[in-house]
């Protein structure tokens, strides 16, 4: 009964923001660099606690750490980072829809901390499609992110009922931070087209729905309308991340609703440096700042030197996967899920901690700190 009644609250509120009148526009390039000036070049990582296995465990009251969190964005400002990416899900605010939104401006109360600011993301496509919310399983030994979680799953996705609670999780939480100087960005769907064909949607478990790719599309148009309903300072984006977008001829439907929606651009890029640079070029035509969210995969080429640096060059933002190993199990590359790792792999997949805090390539932590300033 509370949940409900305060999710219509919350509905409620949000009909006030849905005039035409209120909503405000997609962002001219002039507002988007204009904004740019203001937060400089941002560089971080993609974030979750050591503690956490996936963004429930991360956010429900339970299990939400913040000394863990204080200690390691500690660390974060040790190396210079301004800035870090950072999941939620909308089941643990849908449940306690005031303590979840509590946690979050405690998370950024300790990121503030630390001068870091975050770029939140409201949805995600990847990895196992059945969240459910209370205690979470524990990590399968030597598999990459075992126990991520989509938001919506299978089920919110494809039950048309339960799009109001996405709704309203998306209104209310741009809602309340809509003006937050600590938020640099509204990441609206991470990978929205990706059907983890070598993990959940592979034969052996084969639980990714068919038309998933057609009922997230529909979706992420939607998400888009309610975020820019709430009426962010923030600007929102989405990123592309099969291709390097030469060619606007063959965008996917997919990409042309994330390229034609959001204020910045934003991508992703787990390749050797030349294709990195490649994929920039193709999208400086759009005329806006650039943010690359997810990077840095050392055994496919992609590694923090020289990466971090062209991208400062060129002031693209940067961000690269992983931070403390943890629960995600995010050493191990993706491969994990078809290859048996008995130990920890010679070279890390992502990552830059251990959790006693001790790089696993010290070499490569003075580098980072000679890109941003910070030695």
Request: glycine residues 6%; negative net charge; proline residues 6%.
């Amino acid at each position: 009964m509370k949940r409900c009644n305060v999710l219509g609250l919350v509905i409620s509120c949000c009909l006030i923001v849905e005039s035409p009148l209120l909503a405000r526009e997609k962002w001219t390039p002039e507002q988007a660099r204009e904004w740019q000036s203001r937060t400089g070049w941002l560089v971080g990582s993609n974030f979750a606690p050591a503690s956490a296995i996936n963004q429930l465990e991360m956010w429900q009251a339970d299990t939400f750490d913040p000394q863990e969190i204080d200690k390691e964005l500690g660390w974060a400002e040790g190396l210079g980072f301004n800035s870090m990416r950072v999941f939620l899900h909308h089941l643990p605010y849908e449940a306690d829809p005031e303590g979840f939104l509590k946690r979050v401006d405690e998370f950024l109360s300790i990121a503030d901390k630390h001068h870091i600011g975050a770029v939140l993301v409201l949805f995600d496509s990847v990895w196992d499609p059945n969240p459910k919310l209370g205690k979470q399983h524990e990590p399968v030994k030597g598999v990459h992110n075992s126990g991520w979680v989509q938001s919506p799953g299978a089920h919110d996705l494809f039950d048309e009922s339960r799009h109001k609670v996405l709704e309203a999780y998306v209104k209310g939480v741009i809602g309340r931070f809509k003006d937050d100087k600590r938020v640099h960005a509204w990441d609206i769907w991470n990978e929205p087209d990706n059907l983890n064909s070598n993990s959940y949607g592979k034969e052996k478990l084969n639980i990714e729905p068919a038309g998933k790719q057609e009922k997230t599309l529909e979706l992420l148009k939607q998400a888009f309308g309610w975020a820019r309903s709430a009426d962010p300072s923030q600007p929102i984006t989405s990123a592309p991340w099969m291709s390097t977008w030469g060619d606007e001829s063959k965008f996917s439907p997919t990409e042309k609703v994330q390229f034609g929606e959001s204020d910045v651009i934003s991508f992703h890029a787990y390749d050797t440096p030349d294709v990195l640079m490649e994929k920039v070029r193709n999208l400086e035509k759009f005329k806006r700042p650039i943010l690359c969210t997810e990077y840095m995969a050392r055994p496919r080429g992609s590694t923090f030197d020289p990466e971090l640096k062209l991208l400062k060059e060129q002031h693209v933002g940067a961000y690269n996967w992983g931070f403390v190993a943890g629960k995600t199990n995010t050493i191990y590359p993706w491969d994990s899920w078809q290859k048996t790792y008995d130990s920890d792999p010679k070279v890390w997949f992502h990552d830059i901690f251990r959790q006693d805090g001790t790089p696993f390539d010290r070499k490569e932590v003075e580098y980072i700190r000679s890109v941003t300033g910070k030695r």
